[in-house]
């Protein structure tokens, strides 16, 4: 099925990168990577069926396969998030770019795509 949203951004300000799935019913999973960075990354999430994933620089930082309530898809929230009907929580960095794929991707044309990406930054994963 169908999530509400996927938000991808930075907790609470920090530079912790997280991606967010939200279904309609308000349940929702929150992927997080531990780390914090203050360099460019190239931040992905991803979810196939139940399977959901957070990727920085092409590395799977954390995973979660608990299933969410269908819902209708409403939008993505990329640098900032959505929360209480208001966007808040702005990243205070650069977004290079970004891309919505509807459809399934493989790891390794995902790989290919953030290898893209790192390279529009001025990078080499």
Do not use: M
């Amino acid at each position: 099925g169908n999530v509400g949203y996927i938000d991808v951004n930075f907790a609470a300000g920090s530079n912790f990168p997280r991606a967010i799935f939200k279904a309609d019913s308000g349940n929702q999973v929150t992927l997080s990577d531990s780390q914090s960075y203050s360099t460019s990354k190239v931040v992905t999430s991803r979810k196939i069926g139940n399977s959901k994933t957070l990727r920085v620089d092409g590395v799977i930082k954390q995973s979660d396969t608990n299933s969410l309530t269908p819902g209708t898809w409403t939008g993505s929230y990329i640098g900032a998030r959505y929360a209480s009907g208001s966007v808040t929580s702005f990243h205070g960095g650069d977004v290079h770019c970004a891309i919505l794929l509807k459809g399934a991707i493989t790891d390794s044309e995902l790989l290919t795509l953030e290898k893209f990406i790192a390279k529009l930054q001025g990078r080499q994963l």
